[in-house]
């Protein structure tokens, strides 16, 4: 016996009313100029009614009317046809959006407007990775009112603040503890922010974000199955699939522990940190100290760039163990691109053709591989992303502040 079809909201006219606003708004925020003839274009709607939601939104705060130049229809022959032209543009500044980077030594603040664009950004320093939930919080918020000083931005034009940390995180923004160093990022942050500024803070994975913000920003543009690997000290992955964000069960998808029982990788760490460790003045330790000479990181790819030949041969054996990473990802996952991203992503060209010659020798499905140009600044900008689409989806809900 067929099932029963499932119940359908009825389209009362506050359901048309609401869906038609965020259709013409969407339009709106996806040109720098929109006219009553793109809206009835792209929207279906009437002239009449275009003009009633664009009135409505002039209202609300969202969009404002610009000066007609010239008259619909109007032409070198015809000077003084038709009706006045009305042209509507977003109000980029009528609130702002928060994207928040928190690591285990620093966290960057960055304010963007409502077309994406920072206004502002500050970073603070944590004293010390294993430090008191209450201080963790004071020093991200010291960074996000510092960004907002920068932006000329009071606290109170926040709609949504996104907040990106190194420790898997669920779709209703809970933190796996499950590991210490995962649990040093369980600190209550939501619920801090809401208290002390009214925020809504949206928490995720600082992979996950990454994507958002690689696909938005970076090489992945419009790319729907993306693999982004954030490769600086340790190895994590933020995963689209289909244009949909991977989480898993407890948050935990595009984690690489399991990188541990793989032969000829053996752990999780990355770029930087092989470079260190494989550097002839890192003694091929674990966790090699960074400190002087050609034990940096960057030290390393300098070297080779100059033809030092056993910095080379480092950059050729990071190569194959990046490539063999790659192929469980992609053996996996079969994504169309993986991006290598964070502030390892400029010297990681330089592994590029080594990657890229490897991987068929270890999957029948090897991706396109590029590096992200979005630097360190990745995971803030996905944090960006991911509050503008609350803002986005939210907006006749939320209120406007003067």
């Given at each position: ?13 506050q359901?048309l ?8 708004l ?5 040109t720098?100029?929109a006219t009553?003839t793109g809206?009835?274009?792209?929207t279906?709607l009437?002239?009449?009614s275009?003009?009633a ?10 969009i ?5 130049p010239?008259?619909?229809g ?5 000077p003084?046809?038709?009706r ?6 977003l109000?980029s ?9 928190i690591g285990?030594?620093t966290t960057?603040?960055?304010v963007?407007d ?7 950004r500050?970073s603070?320093?944590?004293r010390a990775?294993d430090?008191?939930?209450?201080e ?13 000083a ?5 606290p109170?034009?926040i709609l949504a603040?996104g ?15 499950s590991?210490h160093?995962?649990?040093?990022f369980?600190?209550?942050?939501r ?7 009214g ?7 600082d992979?996950n974000?990454?994507?958002?913000g690689?696909?938005?920003r ?6 729907d199955d ?7 000290e ?9 244009g ?20 000829g990788?053996?752990?999780?760490d ?6 260190r460790?494989w550097s002839?003045?890192g ?10 000479g050609?034990?940096g990181?960057r ?7 100059a033809?030092?030949p ?13 490539a063999r990473?790659?192929?469980t ?13 964070g502030?390892v992503?400029?010297?990681a ?5 080594g990657?890229?010659?490897?991987l068929?020798?270890f ?5 396109r591989v590029?590096v992200s140009p979005?630097?360190?600044a990745i995971?803030?900008?996905?944090a ?8 986005e989806a ?6 406007l502040?003067?």
């Open positions: 016996m067929p099932e029963d079809p499932v119940p359908q909201p009825a389209a009362t006219p359901l009313r609401r869906v038609n606003a965020l259709a013409v969407g339009h709106i925020r996806s720098d100029v009553g809206l009835m274009a792209r279906g009437t002239r009449a275009a003009i939601v664009c009135e409505d939104l002039i209202r609300r705060g969202w404002r009317e610009l000066d007609s010239r008259r619909e109007e032409g070198a022959g015809n003084r046809k038709g006045p032209a009305r042209r509507f543009e109000n500044r009528a609130g702002f959006v928060l994207g928040i980077d285990a030594a960057t603040a960055a963007a409502l077309r994406g664009t920072v206004v502002g500050s603070e320093s944590f990775a430090i008191p939930p209450a963790r919080i004071g020093v991200v918020d010291r960074a996000c009112l510092q960004a907002l920068a932006a000329g931005a009071a109170g034009r603040a907040a990106g940390i190194a420790a898997p995180v669920d779709r209703n923004g809970k933190v796996l503890a590991r160093f995962w649990s040093l369980d600190v209550g942050l619920s801090a922010f809401r208290e002390l500024h925020w809504t803070v949206l928490l995720e994975n992979a974000l990454a994507v958002l690689e696909r938005w970076g090489s992945g543009a419009g790319v993306l693999v982004v690997l954030l490769a600086g340790r190895l994590g992955a933020g995963v689209l699939e289909s949909r964000l991977l989480h898993g069960r407890g948050g935990a998808a595009g984690e690489m522990g399991y990188l541990d029982l793989v032969e990788v053996g752990s999780s990355g770029i930087a940190a092989l470079a460790q002839p003045a003694n091929g330790t674990p966790g090699g100290s960074p400190a002087g050609s034990a990181a030290q390393v790819f300098a070297d080779a760039a033809g030092d056993a910095a080379r041969a480092v950059l050729d054996r990071i190569s194959e163990r990046m990473v790659i192929a990802i992609s053996s996996f996952i079969n994504p169309e691109q993986l991006v290598i991203g502030a992503a400029a010297s060209a330089a592994l590029l053709p990657i890229t010659a490897a068929p020798r999957t029948a499905t090897p991706p590029t979005l630097g360190d995971v803030s900008i996905g960006i992303r991911h509050a503008l689409d609350y803002v939210n907006a006749l809900e939320l209120e502040s003067p």
